[in-house]
């Protein structure tokens, strides 16, 4: 596979370390740019695990810039009985001298122009950045090749029963990307939870000798706490991938399915706020007779090889050996 251009929005978060890792390390991404977003945690913690993460996974060089601080409508919720109060289990990790100015945004405008090819924008956060950069620069946002964003769902929910957190937190900005035209893949609570690691694959982590394997065997330990009485994972497995399986599905496509539909989110009613309605209809219902609009193309991620994704996880962070 020919590398990608990729710039992340995080809202580091247990599972958006995960993913940083799995994309610092995979030889097919050139990881241009992270961006933070308030979403799991404040927006400073985020910024602060972030770098701290990026330096164990050996990617310090990487430029972070922090984002928006909360919502563009929504008030600020966190999920710090998820992540931690810190954002990321507990654990404090150095964090490296320095740091930027520069606002997300403006380094995904700069990014996205001096990419080679067109980048690819992995989204795992709240979709708050991604909305400010669709309407502060939509010209440079046309020139991405595709938008990925970890969220939504075309089932129930996990923030309510029927909207997944990053949906929940900031529907106006879910509303803002799908109805941007960006060709899109939702990565939602479909497929979110299907892909995951067993007690081996932890315990490989474990036994390994490289910071960035030993710092995700600890992100998992956590996570398996979390996941253990939920019954969302598949049997077999302890802790879910969650965002880090965004990632390996854009390393390795054949790993997801996707269908494309019509995607719309709900941004007013108390109850169903955040829910994103796909619709999955052959046919057009008196609604949209009768004017209503069904949304944008998107494709929907609906079924994962979750094994699959979980070895390339682990070759990955262990090295070329797998562990
Ligand atoms: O619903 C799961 C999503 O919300 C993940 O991205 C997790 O990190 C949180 O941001
Ligand atoms: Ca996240």
């Given at each position: 596979m020919a590398q990608v251009e990729v710039l992340i929005d995080v809202d580091t978060g247990v599972d958006d370390a995960l993913a940083l890792s799995f994309a610092a390390l995979?030889?097919?991404?050139?990881?241009?740019a992270v961006t933070c977003v308030a979403g799991n945690a404040s927006l400073d913690n985020v910024y602060r695990n972030t770098r701290a993460v990026l330096a164990v996974a050996g990617a310090g060089h990487v430029p972070v810039a922090r984002g928006a601080s909360r919502p563009l409508i929504a008030a600020p919720r966190d999920a710090a009985h998820v992540h931690g109060h810190n954002g990321l289990a507990g654990l404090d990790l150095a964090v490296p001298e320095g740091g930027s100015d520069i606002h997300a945004v403006e380094l995904m405008r700069r990014e996205i122009l001096a990419s080679p090819t067109p980048p690819t924008l992995i989204a795992l956060a709240p979709l708050t950045n991604v909305a400010l950069l669709l309407r502060m620069y939509p010209e440079v946002a046309a020139r991405l090749d595709r938008i990925v964003f970890m969220g939504g769902s075309a089932s129930i929910g996990n923030a309510t029963p029927v909207a997944e957190f990053n949906s929940w937190a900031d529907p106006e900005a879910v509303a803002i990307v799908v109805d941007s035209g960006i060709p899109t893949v939702m990565y939602g609570l479909d497929v979110f939870y299907s892909a995951a690691v067993s007690e081996d694959d932890v315990a490989a982590l474990e036994r390994s000798s490289r910071p960035v394997a030993q710092l995700c065997a600890k992100l998992f330990r956590h996570m398996a706490v979390k996941d253990s009485?939920?019954?969302?994972i598949p049997a077999g497995t302890i802790a879910a991938l969650g965002d880090a399986g965004t990632v390996c599905a854009v390393v390795d496509p054949a790993g997801l399915t996707t269908h494309r539909f019509p995607v719309s989110v709900c941004t007013d009613g108390s109850r169903s706020r955040g829910q994103t309605i796909v619709d999955r209809r052959s046919h057009r219902g008196e609604s949209e007779l009768n004017g209503a609009s069904l949304g944008q193309p998107v494709d929907v991620?609906?079924?994962?090889d979750g094994a699959r994704l979980a070895q390339l996880f682990r070759r990955t962070i262990l090295g070329s050996s797998g562990g």
């Open positions: 995979h030889p097919d991404i050139n990881l241009r009485d939920q019954k969302r991620a609906l079924a994962v």
